[in-house]
């Protein structure tokens, strides 16, 4: 890596000019079995993702297990982590949903904004590009693009597989399937804010630990409890501590929910079934969530709502499913704190301020709101995105490792360098199959048709050379490192070439399988759905232009 | 292989005369202009002089007050951001509009930029597909908070020169200063300050021959404005910092010579250039770009349907000839030239653009060369692109 700096100014190695200026397997072929067109002649291409909640300090704690969430508003499995030395600055990017460090040349899915005010004003709004920029780029005020998840899977009935322990007689009885519906969602969320499980053998049972004057929440519940469990709480008031207890005596139950969301107030969190449950559902999760451990305070000035948790996971957990409401949250860290001789623990508020915002929230919680004033808001949401002003950028000097991931599927980077611009290149793709000894599908021939600048010619040059004679198993395996070390290098801002080429050839694979009516991978479906519609948003982007 | 430099507009190599003009102010005559010895009376005798050449060249005068009209300083670059902040912030009492062009050099856009952070408000006026300024515009967004008009002389990338004197006419009238940015027509065509009605007026050394290091701003006796350089109080307290006077030396050369050869030199590169123009629209889907007759006597630019201009000039390089072009794609924020947006080029056009900018030392034989290569290069560029 350190030694493709010196190249980052723009000029290019020997082999670079050496392929472009005789490149390999140019033109078209006729009755081509597959062809794949990629690339936009008018502008960018915004077909890497990138997670923008990366952190230089945690993204190496990710493992190939984990998964993040992609600008295309998908959760995706990380399929390598790649470290490499660094020093040199680093850029600190601020804004409500939190902060992130990245090096200064990090892409980060954004809008730079012209000059003026105006094109805040809704009607502009439309008129905006986003595009890849290097984080050094960006500026306080220019908008970065949050997506919003999108993957969905409803889920009608869990199922509570947890036998029961041999020394438990007396805890009661409940089912072993149950439909997941509001009633139970809420539930959970109380649990998320106010339960607790008790584990200890024969004193195994879930406890919630509200305010003596939450009697909605205490008789709620009971109510719930006994519909879908058929279990009878609790309920023991404590004066003196001006706390009511109400307690769920089953073992299964409580060794259930200790499963699913973890136990301890600081290790919560919220499993992936239900963060995937369709939006309308998430709802019942959120009030209760919010009733028990928010406030929504209408009345102060600048009406506001607020939600206190000790659980990171939960508070970045909530901020996507908020996010999915159309509610744009602010994050803040409360720091550990003794007050009164009391010690608080780390803390994670979050709030919700922004007009529209506290109006879908109310409308969960079923709180009337009509705010009578109309802010202006700098902040706002499409059905893609939650589009949100930088508020601070921060720069420091940092020795030591980096971390980027690939991700799975989405073909997306969280990387150093992919720069999507409007270099505008426009990359055609044509293959001509035929079968091996081993009656395996062979790249018998491949050519190109490119209309760009020197790396995208090249590139095109490279891959046609590192596919030619592939199965056309191996070929959907390229990498772009691999066609960037076959160059010795490309400029940084060069890089997203390589991954024109990849495109351009995943195209061109999905276009003879369509063709042929063979059978096409989920992934391969997933990364063509991924190029049509990014190219589709450009293309409506740029009509004046065309 | 011969490398030919076709690219003057960027910079220009220095004369070998203004080089040994230079020489002696290295190790032999270096005193400081501030000093009262020998050294220093040396130093600033020359300087008077260089700036009484440069003077000559636009027609500034040595007004009664006895401070000169011309201000040395690093760089065009300087001397714009010294127009707009200096005459900004000298005049906001009167007002805060200043009226620029779209197709300004970036110095100009940029300062402009920030004087808008500032409070202050910038107009801009369009310019037609010639690349030139209607004065009529000029005269219809002059206001009463108007305090600067600054419009480009010739144009750094398509070579369009625009009516100054009429532009200036209307300025004087109303009564507002008016700066015109000349680096490109500085030393190349006839410039009188007085005749085109020019308050201010920038130019630079190394686009005519001179070394890097040197600029001036003409500023007319009785002008308002405000240094950027506060410190020694030379140039008359507008631009403080102790005088590059090598540079200076050499820049007066360059503008001595530049003098002495323009008109001859103005017809043969008139004649290449237009030679070249046939040559370049001989080429399938080729065009023009800026006013076919009203510009540089040096400037080509044109453009090629289906041709990227980055891997034009790269493949031009490789044949040993040196351009430039206002593609996306090597410009390093990889964003189309805002010059040829505003003449009403789409993206994808501006793509494909490519500009010559001749000079003292190019040959008929260079440019029949260029007109030699270059159809086998576009054909070649457009055998690979999927558009044809």
Known sequence: MAKNNNICGGLYTKKVLKTFQNPHNYGKIKNADGIGKVGNIVCLLPDQNIHINSNVKEINNISNKDRVLSHNGEYNFVESGVKRNYEGEVITLKNKLGSVSLTPDHLIFAIKLPEGDKFLRTKNRKGLVPAWYHAS????????????????????????????????????????????????????????????????????????????????????????????????????????????????????????????????????????????????????????LWKGDGCVNLNRDGARAGFVTISQSIAQQLKVLLLRQKIAPSIYIEKQKIVKGVNHQKSYRIHVGQRESLINLCSIMGIKYSPKSYPSEKAWFDDDYLYIPITNIKEKKYKGLVYNLEVKDSHSFVSEAFCVHNCGDVMWLYIKIAENKKKEEVIKDIKFETFGCVAAISTSSVITDLAKGKTIKDALEIKKDEIIKSLGGLPYIKYHCSVLAIDALNEAIYDYFLKNKKEISAGLQKKHDAIKKSKEIIEKRYEKWA | MKKIYLDYAATTPVDKRAVKAMLPYF??????????????????????????????????????????????????????????KGIAFANKNKGNNIIISSIEHPCIIESAKWLEKQGFEVTKIKVDKYGMVNPKDIEKAIKKETILVSIIHASNEIGTIQSIEEIGKICRQKGVYFHTDASQSFGKIPIDVNKMNVDLLTASSHKIYGPKGAGLLYIRDGVKIEPLLHGGGQENGLRASTMNLAAIIGFAKAVEICKKEMKTENVRLTNLRDKLIKGLLKIEGCKLNGHPKKRLSNNVNVWFSFVEGESLVMQLDLHGISCSTGSACSSIKLEPSPVLLAIGLKPQEAHGSLRVSLGRFTTEKEINKLIKVLPGIVKKIREISPFK
């Open chain 2, 27 to 84: 190790a032999e005559k270096f005193g400081n202009t501030m000093s009262l010895h020998f050294f220093g009376q040396e130093s600033k005798l020359a300087l008077e002089q260089s700036r009484e050449t440069i003077a000559g060249l636009i027609k500034a005068k040595r007004p009664a007050s006895g401070y000169p009209e011309i201000v040395f300083t690093s760089s065009a670059t300087e001397s714009n951001n010294l127009v707009l």
């Open chain 1, 137 to 288: 780029q960006l500026k306080k005020g220019d908008i970065i693009l949050y997506p919003i998840l999108k993957q969905e899977q409803d889920l009608k009935y869990i199922e509570i597989n947890i036998p029961k322990p041999k020394w438990d007689f007396k805890s009661f009885n409940i089912p072993d399937k149950v439909s997941l519906h509001s009633d139970l969602l809420r539930l959970f969320g109380y649990f998320l804010s106010e339960g607790n499980v008790q584990d200890k053998p024969c004193r195994t049972f879930i406890t919630f630990t509200l305010n003596i004057k939450e009697k909605d929440i205490v008789n709620d519940i009971k109510e719930i409890s006994k519909k879908i469990f058929n279990i009878k709480a609790i309920v023991r008031e404590r004066p003196e501590t001006k706390t009511v207890v109400v307690s769920l005596y089953s073992a299964k139950l409580a060794r259930f929910f200790k499963q699913i969301f973890g136990n301890g107030a600081k290790d919560k969190k919220i499993p992936n079934f239900i963060m995937s449950l369709p939006s309308e559902k998430q709802k019942s999760l959120i009030y209760g």
